[in-house]
């Protein structure tokens, strides 16, 4: 069912590292992407994708990982991810994403989970860095970083008590994530 998928479909932050993504696993997963919605049709997204090494690794030095775990700064090696996506504006297209490249992320995701990985969104990274780093043209804007491997952690969705929001990992290992009810986000219903 794709509620129990969407469940599973968790922010997942270490993996195992030396198992691999096909080139053509990550082609399907920008395929996903490419036949979403988009705004106006106007498909002003542009991809690159990675599973080598070394690119893996400079892509990883442009990332920001966890707000909310302030002692840590991104999985060991060993733990980081096997494969990237990254999804750009094409600013020659379209000026504004609006909510396009969301939809595509989340589409990326679904499709990445149901084939037995799991994932990261990323806002936050030096777009300079990463720009270098993939040597990008002016008029393609990296809008997001999406992290993929083999997960090697468990995620757990729980009740959030007394409005605390913030994820965090328990002695074990296991990150929680505190989600609000539906009686609190279900604001009015007309029936």
Request: hydrophobic share 40%; glycine share 6%; proline share 4%.
């Amino acid at each position: 069912m794709l509620k129990d998928l969407i469940r599973k479909n968790r922010t997942y932050r270490r993996y195992k590292q030396e198992e691999p993504i096909s080139i053509e696993m990550l082609k399907e997963l920008v395929d996903a992407a490419r036949i979403s919605s988009n705004g106006n049709n106007m498909q002003a997204l542009k991809y690159i994708v990675s599973n080598q090494k070394e690119m893996n690794e400079s892509i990883f030095s442009s990332l920001k990982w966890a707000a909310s775990l302030s002692d840590w700064n991104g999985p060991e090696e060993g733990e980081r991810p096997s494969a990237y996506i990254v999804i750009l504006l094409d600013k020659q297209i379209r000026s504004n994403p609006f909510w396009d490249h969301g939809i595509a992320a989340t589409n990326i995701l679904l499709c990445a989970t149901e084939g037995g990985y799991g994932g990261c969104m990323f806002a936050s990274f030096n777009k300079e860095v990463l720009g270098r780093i993939l040597e990008l043209p002016e008029h393609l804007e990296p809008l997001m970083v999406i992290s993929l491997g083999v997960v090697k952690e468990v995620v757990v969705l729980e009740e959030m008590k007394d409005g605390t929001y913030k994820y965090y990992r328990d002695e074990h290992a296991v990150h929680h994530v505190p989600k609000r009810s539906l009686e609190e986000v279900l604001y009015k219903e007309f029936v």
